[in-house]
């Protein structure tokens, strides 16, 4: 009796021993004409044992990378795609960066950081420091949304310059109630309120003159 533990190495498991016996058959042929054919008929049987490998993007690449790996990266064919060294394969994955947007930072949102590059990218001037006091107002109110506590502007502006990775800095400004944005939009809003006291006012004379 023959123990699996006595037959070749699976390089690919999920592909099973049938496939890796074709393989190794494959590599025995003499002619590389003959090499090819049967690599062609071994691609189209690995993607009947693994239809789920169709919804992925450059599957077929993929299934002859699978088959390089599976004849151990010594198979002389014409393969469509180039193969994979063994360098190539050990690598590891690249360390993935944390997103900046984590425990103080979440509740700001994606769009926050956004703008904030958009800001970096501005030229210095009035455009640039509107666009940073619109920014630190927006945290603010998400601040004082998502924690339902007030927050004070020092906490703001360091919570800016933070993520703004000290490239955005309003510590020049003693709050956001003296900021031009802030004056900007509450001079609109009171005039706007006057005109319609205003309005109101002047209907309210008219019907009494009546």
Same mark, same amino acid.
């Given at each position: 009796?023959?123990? =699996?533990?006595?037959?070749?190495?699976?390089?690919?498991?999920?592909?099973?021993?049938?496939?890796?016996?074709?393989?190794?058959?494959?590599?025995?042929?003499?002619?590389?004409?003959?090499?090819?054919?049967?690599?062609?008929?071994?691609?189209?049987?690995?993607?009947?044992? =693994?239809?789920?490998?169709?919804?992925?993007?450059? +599957?077929?690449?993929?299934?002859?990378?699978? #088959?390089?790996?599976?004849?151990?990266?010594? #198979?002389?064919?014409?393969?469509? @795609?180039?193969?994979?060294?063994?360098?190539?394969?050990?690598?590891?994955?690249?360390?993935?960066? +944390?997103? *900046?947007?984590?425990?103080? !930072?979440? !509740? @700001?949102?994606?769009?926050?950081?956004?703008?904030?590059?958009?800001?970096?990218?501005?030229?210095?001037?009035?455009?640039?420091?509107?666009?940073?006091?619109?920014?630190?107002?927006?945290?603010?109110?998400?601040?004082?949304?998502?924690? *339902?506590?007030?927050?004070?502007?020092?906490?703001?502006?360091?919570?800016?310059?933070?993520?703004?990775?000290?490239?955005?800095?309003?510590?020049?400004?003693?709050?956001?109630?003296?900021?031009?944005? @802030?004056?900007?939009?509450?001079?609109?809003? $009171?005039? $706007?309120?006057?005109? =319609?006291?205003?309005?109101?006012?002047?209907?309210?004379? +008219?019907?009494?003159? *009546?």
């Amino acid at each position: 009796m023959e123990y =699996n533990t006595q037959k070749t190495q699976l390089h690919m498991p999920e592909y099973g021993r049938i496939i890796q016996q074709l393989v190794e058959r494959c590599k025995e042929l003499p002619s590389k004409e003959e090499r090819n054919e049967m690599a062609m008929a071994i691609i189209d049987f690995m993607g009947q044992r =693994n239809p789920q490998l169709r919804d992925e993007e450059n +599957y077929k690449h993929k299934l002859w990378d699978h #088959l390089f790996i599976l004849a151990d990266h010594d #198979l002389d064919v014409d393969s469509p @795609y180039p193969f994979p060294t063994k360098e190539q394969l050990s690598e590891k994955p690249k360390k993935m960066e +944390y997103p *900046k947007l984590q425990g103080d !930072f979440k !509740f @700001y949102g994606k769009s926050i950081l956004q703008l904030i590059e958009k800001a970096i990218e501005l030229n210095s001037g009035d455009e640039k420091e509107a666009l940073i006091e619109v920014i630190a107002n927006n945290m603010k109110k998400s601040y004082n949304v998502y924690n *339902k506590e007030h927050v004070t502007d020092d906490v703001i502006f360091r919570h800016l310059k933070e993520l703004s990775e000290n490239r955005l800095d309003l510590t020049g400004i003693e709050s956001l109630e003296k900021s031009k944005i @802030y004056y900007t939009s509450n001079n609109r809003s $009171n005039k $706007n309120n006057n005109n =319609n006291k205003n309005q109101s006012k002047k209907r309210h004379n +008219y019907k009494n003159k *009546k």
